[in-house]
């Protein structure tokens, strides 16, 4: 299929309040932009060229988007003429137009209207929404649209018909340009309106068909802050129940915070409180949660991490971490680590069986297998010019309350004494108490 987007988006979005361009707004950590242009590629929509403003226009390009500036506010039919004149003509192309405020369109919205579409035949996608609203109302003539009436066109009766327009169209493209040449601007708000195209085409014997969106809430489009909390917390239960119906237990999806392009593996179950973000993977059988925060990190299988922080990072399998644990950092836990209560590591390696359980911080350090940290540990890094790295080698038992003054190396099955102040290496075996640490004879 030869399928062409516009895209439009040049609204000033006055009533987000705001100076950051209404569709760069987010839900579930991504843009309105975002969902709107990853739903038109999922459709198969082969190029995709985004109408901005001035001040939009930047950000977009920045994004990697084709753009083009309607420079005018003059209503949806003229931004459709501004970006048609900046498109190839092909003859045998279809246009898809829809709107970039519009973040929960699914991808197969855009499949049924562009396949509803015929050669001589366009086709928008309606729905039957609660009254009052301000979208605009369908004027049926039998199967086929015959016009769309805007609000503020509308007479009373009108304004009583519960079928609006969504505003997705798919249209032959040698049709588009034909009609949307031959708008006028001789309406309440003296614009050129898109809709107008479809009376038009009735004119010439071009049929609307009409395709009816399955539930209404998908085309709401957001103009102000309270709408798009609204769309947030719809495109967060469609997170949630994609994982769900993928075998993920989410004991309450009302207070759990998803993102797009997550990797929640089968039987891992999440607890309430709950937020994972920017593309992090989580194994299988895992347990997160309560009250946990994952952004950009990796969770192996069988891992459990309670009313915890990780950020950045790698938990390998069959850890434990939490409760109130802090992993950040770019830190990496190779697996069956126990990291517990207030410990914080950063920038550091566990390697397998290696742990910390309690009041700890562990920062640019290398942990050896099986080696054991005791409370109150503390790697001194920084010089206050520079970092410093400590690696504790293998079986190591630092004793509580023990600060290590890096860069320190301690050998394999050393030992420290609880209190002890670490200012040299400790060699392998080796066991140093005191402050400063020395070794015991």
């Known amino acids: ?28 950590g991504r843009s309105m932009l975002w969902y709107a242009v990853s739903a038109l590629r999922e ?16 950000q977009a390009r920045a994004l990697g988007l084709r753009t083009v500036i309607q420079g005018e506010q003059l209503g949806t039919g ?12 092909r003859a045998d192309g279809r246009i898809l137009v829809t709107n970039g405020d519009m973040p929960l ?15 001589n035949e366009l086709s928008l996608v309606t729905a039957r929404m609660p009254l009052p609203s301000n979208f605009g109302r369908i004027v049926r003539n039998g199967q086929h649209v015959a016009r769309i009436v805007e609000v503020r066109d509308a007479t009373e009766s009108e304004r009583a018909i519960e079928e609006m327009n969504a505003g997705i169209y798919a249209f032959p493209e040698h049709h588009l340009r034909e009609v949307i040449a031959r708008l006028r601007n001789d309406n309440a708000q003296r614009e050129y309106y898109l809709t107008d195209a479809v009376a038009l085409s009735a004119k010439t014997n071009r049929h609307a068909v009409p395709v009816a969106a399955d539930d209404y809430e998908e085309v709401l489009g957001v103009n102000d802050r309270s709408e798009l909390a609204r769309a947030r917390a719809a495109m967060n239960r469609r997170i949630c129940e994609r994982h769900m119906l993928a075998g993920v237990t989410i004991i309450d999806p009302e207070t759990t915070y998803l993102e797009p392009e997550l990797t929640i593996g089968a039987d891992t179950v999440i607890y309430p409180g709950t937020a994972i973000s920017l593309q992090s993977s989580i194994g299988r059988r895992c347990t997160i949660g309560p009250h946990t925060r994952i952004s950009n ?12 922080v990780v950020l950045e990072s790698d938990i390998g399998p069959g850890a434990v971490v939490g ?19 207030f410990v914080e590591i950063k920038n550091s390696r566990y390697e397998r069986g290696a742990k910390s359980a309690h009041l700890s911080y562990i920062g640019d350090a290398e942990i050896g297998e099986e080696s054991n940290i005791g409370a109150g540990t503390i790697t001194c890094n920084y ?19 023990t600060s290590i003054v890096a860069p320190r190396t301690i050998g394999d099955d050393a030992l420290t004494g609880a209190g002890s102040v670490v200012t040299k ?7 140093v108490v005191g402050n400063p640490a020395r070794p015991l004879r």
């Open 1 to 28: 299929m030869n399928v062409r987007a516009i895209l439009l988006a040049a609204g000033k979005g006055t009533r987000m309040k705001s100076a950051r361009p209404k569709v760069l707004h987010e839900l579930c």
């Open 43 to 58: 459709a198969g929509v082969d190029e995709i060229v985004v109408v901005t403003n001035p001040e939009l226009d930047p």
């Open 425 to 431: 290496d400790v060699e392998p075996g080796g066991r």
């Open 78 to 89: 003229h931004a459709v003429q501004v970006a048609l004149a900046a498109l190839e003509p």
């Open 105 to 119: 369109v699914r991808a197969e919205t855009f499949v049924r209207v562009l396949s509803a579409a015929g050669e």
């Open 323 to 341: 409760p109130f644990a802090h992993v950040r950092g770019h830190a990496i836990l190779v697996g069956e680590n126990r990291v517990g209560n």
């Open 297 to 308: 990190a990796r969770i192996g299988d069988d891992v459990t991490i309670r009313e915890s």
């Open 383 to 401: 010089d206050g010019k520079k970092k410093h790295r400590t690696k504790i080698g293998k079986r190591v038992s630092i004793g509580s309350n």
